[in-house]
Structure formats: C-alpha cells, structure tokens
C-alpha cells in the first residue's frame, strides 16, 4: 500500500526469502539515476550491507565482484557501467561533524551513494533521497524481511513510479522476469530488457509529461509542438505500422495512460557499424525502401488504440515548424554568446515562414519524426522492408514526406558522407517518379532542402538546450555534424535568402 505525505512517499513489501529480496533489490537498481542517494536503515543484522552488496553486484554486472562491508574502511568506492557508487557506513561516527573529515563532501559527481546508519548523519541529510529500512521477520524464518521504500521530497513521485511499475509488472504476468536498464535516449524515457523463461522483452517507462510553462498564446512547447504527454500514440503508431507489416514492436502489454509498455525485443543490432559508427549504405537503402513503401500509400490520419478509442495524428502545421526552429535562437544562439534581439528573431521568423510554405501544402503522409539510426534496428531474418526494426514513432504526425527522407539521411549521430546523402537521395526520388510520372523531383529536392536545414536548425537548439539545462554535454559531440549538414541543405538555391541570414547571424560554436 503506497502512503503519501507532505514529505514524502513510501510503501512496504514483505520478503519471505533472499530470492524476493533480490527482486526488491533490482527495482529499486533499476530507477537509480547518477547522484542518487539511497540511505539503508535498520537495526544490525536486519539486511543493509547484504542488500547494499547485492545492489553492486547487480549494477557491475558480475555476481562475482568483491563487496566488502564498509564498516572500518567507512567508504569503498565503485566504478560501474552507469556511474560511480560510493558504499558508506556511519555506524562507527560519533556525530554529523566527523563526515567533513571523511572527505563525504569530496563524492565524485553524479555518484550514487548508498549511506547505512543515515541516523549518525542526522540534520545533514539532502532533502530529496530514497530510504530503505528493513525489518526483521521472524514469522517468515531466518530470511524474511519488513522492507519499506521512501521517496522524501522530489524522489516522493519516484518512489510511487517504483511501486507502480512493480504492480504492472505483476499484472502482465512479467513480475518474475529479469529486469537490465538498456542505454537510454535524449529523451526522459526509461528502456529495461525484460528476461523471461529464456524468451526477452522490452519495458517502456514513459511516465506521463505534465505541461510545461506557456510559451506562446498561453501553450506550453509540448503543445505547439505536438510532442506526445503519454503512450497512447505509441501504442496507436506501432498498430498502424504493424498493420502495413512494417516492424515496428509488438505491444504485449500495456498501460498507455500511464506511460508502461511491454513490447517485443527487437534486439540491438543498427543499421551502422564499426567504432566510431559509420552508415551501412545496403542497410540505409532498405530504410529508404521503408519510406518509399509508407509513402507511396494512402495513410489514414486516425488510428485505433482500443476497442471506442482511437488516436487521431496532430498535423505539422506551421506553428510547430516555427518554434521548432526557433530553438536555434533560444539555445544555440545564446550558448554561442550571439543572443538575437527583436529584430533578428522577427527577420529569422518571417524568412522561415515563406521557406516552409510548400511544406505545409505538400501532399500528406505519417512523419515518424525521429526516423535515423539511433531508432532504426537490422533484422536480417526477416525479408524486404520488414528487415528495418522502427523503434520511435511517439511523436509522429501528418506532414511532409521529405521530412523522414531528411531525418535519415542527414543522420544527426553518424557522418553521411554527401555522396551517399545523394545516390539515397535519388533512390527514393527514382522509386517515386516509378510510381507516379507527375512526381515532381524539382519541387521534391528543394522540399529536402528546406526540412534538412529546418530539421538541423532545430537540433543544433535541443543539443545546446541538453548541455547548459539538462547537464547532458555528451550531446555537444555531435554539433560539427549539424553544422556541416545545415551548411549543406543551406546550399540549395531556393534558401539563398535563409542562407544570407545564418551567415550573418550564426556563428559557429568553438570547435564547429
């Protein structure tokens, strides 16, 4: 039963065995985030170290590693895959004053530190932070445990997302399963490989996204956007796709309300390869197929969800183009040390409106949106078009097909060499033109032109935006990518005057 208060969130579990307690263990190992604290309480002998022990082991990855109790050393300090952990133990501190000679001031960033006997630190603990106590239960032999979970201050909703995904997990007949964090995305999404019964699955969690402030006529970004708060287009895009027996997820079992979804694991292997990743072009050529195959159908703007529910696809309307774009001059800009005054922006504004004019009359098709390689998987067992895996279509909308064409071939996280941009360029144009002798190829390529640069222009904004807001600098590596592509899409004569306004306003970050 999950109780919630003004300071906090906590629930309890009962755990008959070591069995249930490693079950426990690997919830709570699955919602840790970098700079996590976890504080373990209880009476000696009541399980933390053995729990603390297990987290690490879990974390590493290696059931094998040495995890010994920190109770002289008071701080052992672990590098694992996702971040570096820090064990502490307080129970020989006489008081809060002896933690500054400890050095626990001293943390690596974004540590996650699991802190036993969190009373010896009393007044000094962070307001926002998870806390394990455990209890003996001698009713239910040696192993049994009282376990409760809380969540204080900002980790209150964390702790109820951990009890919710447990319930659902329960409910859809995976409670057993296996549960490993997979690599993340830029979004806010959470992705677990579910084993069970030797056979995989995927875990999406995509907790709901409340609305943002009003930007704009008193809509929040997500809102002009038409980026999606919760599953239900998800779960209505990889039904529709699937329809079109294209290979998108199965949805085995799902809660789009609240953003949980079990799904068909698709497996990992990309459409790039080698080290740095480099296209694979016979890969790239089927996912030109794809589109070429979506593209050349009649898509319906309305799909179904569930028996009387269905999902209707917001329109890429001009609105959502525009403060797109715009983020160029709200981030990138400003991180670049150029802030556009009134004048800049109404110019930047007015310039892209007549730019994306053909974009909002050209005929329409579902945009997918985020359709490149970090999204894209290869399915070799499988024939055709079928062989490229779409993982990310939440955000899809009705809109332009050169769009899509753009978001892969101008690959945000991989180099495209130009020459390959243009031979999938004119397979795509050559398929199009095969099916219908009015294709206009002219007015198909400045399209790509306009929604390239469109599209890196956005991107170079939310790259920045995930540096300096999100703390995600990683991103930043990516940023000579974008400008050489913008450079690129720029070059078409139809956005001479688009052209004449970056080379004045834009000027590349250090290092582009």
Known sequence: MLLTSTGGASFAVTLPNEQAMAGFMTDIACALEPGDLVTLSGDLGAGKTTFAR????????????EVPSPSFTLLQTYEL?????????????????ELAELGFDDQPEGAVVLLEWPDRAAGLLPPDRFDVAFTLAPALGAEGRTVRLTGYGAFAARAERI??????????????????????????????RLTLDNQTTVLMNAPPKPDGPPVRDGKPYSAIAHLAE?????VAMAGGLRDRNLSAPAILHADPARGLIVMEDLGEERIVGGDPPAPIEARYEVAIDL??????????????????LDYRLPRYDMESFLIEAELLLDWYLISAGAAPNDGVRKAFVALWHDALAPAIAAPPTWVLRDYHSPNLLWLPEREDVARIGVLDFQDALIGPAAYDVASLIQDARVDVPEAMEVALLSRYVRARLSDNGNFDTAEFTKLYATLAAQRATKILGI????????GKPQYLRHMPRLWNYLQRALSHPALAPLKAWYDVNVPPRDGL
Do not use: C, N, W
């Not at 895959?81 to 004053?97: C, E, I, N, Q, W």
């Not at 589109?291 to 009387?308: C, E, N, Y």
């Not at 790259?463 to 999100?470: G, P, Q, V, Y």
């Open 54 to 65: 297990a987290l690490i082991r879990y974390l590493a990855g290696d059931d094998t590693i």
């Open 163 to 192: 009890a919710l995904i447990r319930a659902f997990l329960d409910d859809s007949g995976y409670g057993a399963a296996q549960r490993r964090r997979m690599q993340g995305d830029a979004s806010t999404r959470i992705f677990e």
């Open 230 to 234: 919760d599953t239900i287009p998800y």
């Open 291 to 308: 589109l070429i195959s979506l593209h050349r159908r009649k898509l319906p703007d309305s799909l179904p969800v569930a028996p009387h």
């Open 81 to 97: 895959p996702r971040f570096t952990l820090v064990h502490a133990d307080l129970y020989r501190l006489s008081g809060a004053a």
């Open 463 to 470: 790259f920045a935006r995930l540096d300096r807001r999100d």
